[in-house]
C-alpha cells in the first residue's frame, strides 16, 4: 500500500509532466528553399542547444489540417514561419528565415518573452 506522501508526490509529478512547455512551430510547405536552408542549417542542432530544450521544435505543413492544440494560433501562407506557443498561447513570431545568424539572435529574443 502507498503511504500518503508518495500518492501526493505521484499525482504532482503526474500533473507537472501533464502541464504543456512551451514549443517552437515551424509553419512550413514542401518546395519551401528557406525552409530547406533552415533545416539544413539549423534544424540538426537545434534540439541539442539550450534554446531548442526550452521550446522544442514542432513542424506542422500549412496544406495539412490544422491540429486542434494550435486552432487558435494564425497560419500564414509565408513559409517558414516560426511561432513561439506557450500553453496554447501565442508568444512571439518570426516570419521567414533570416539565415544561420539573426535566426539564433532573433529566436533569444522571442525566448525572453517566456519570462516576462
Known amino acids: 500500500m502507498m503511504s500518503r506522501f ?19 512551430i515551424m509553419y512550413e510547405q514542401a ?4 525552409c530547406k536552408r533552415f533545416n539544413a542549417e539549423i534544424a540538426p ?5 539550450e534554446q531548442g530544450k526550452r521550446a522544442p521544435l514542432r513542424r506542422v505543413d500549412i496544406h495539412e489540417p490544422v491540429p486542434e492544440d ?5 497560419i500564414e501562407r509565408f513559409t517558414p514561419t516560426f511561432v513561439l ?3 496554447g498561447k501565442e508568444i512571439a513570431r518570426l516570419r521567414g528565415y533570416p539565415g544561420d545568424e539573426f535566426f539564433w539572435h532573433l529566436i ?6 517566456l519570462d516576462q
Open 45 to 49: 542542432a537545434w534540439p541539442k542547444t
Open 70 to 74: 494550435l486552432a487558435n494560433i494564425a
Open 31 to 34: 518546395g519551401c528553399a528557406w
Open 85 to 87: 506557443v506557450e500553453e
Open 108 to 113: 533569444d529574443d522571442m525566448l525572453a518573452k
Open 6 to 24: 508518495t500518492a501526493t508526490l505521484f499525482l504532482l509529478l503526474a500533473f507537472a509532466g501533464s502541464a504543456k512547455a512551451a514549443e517552437l
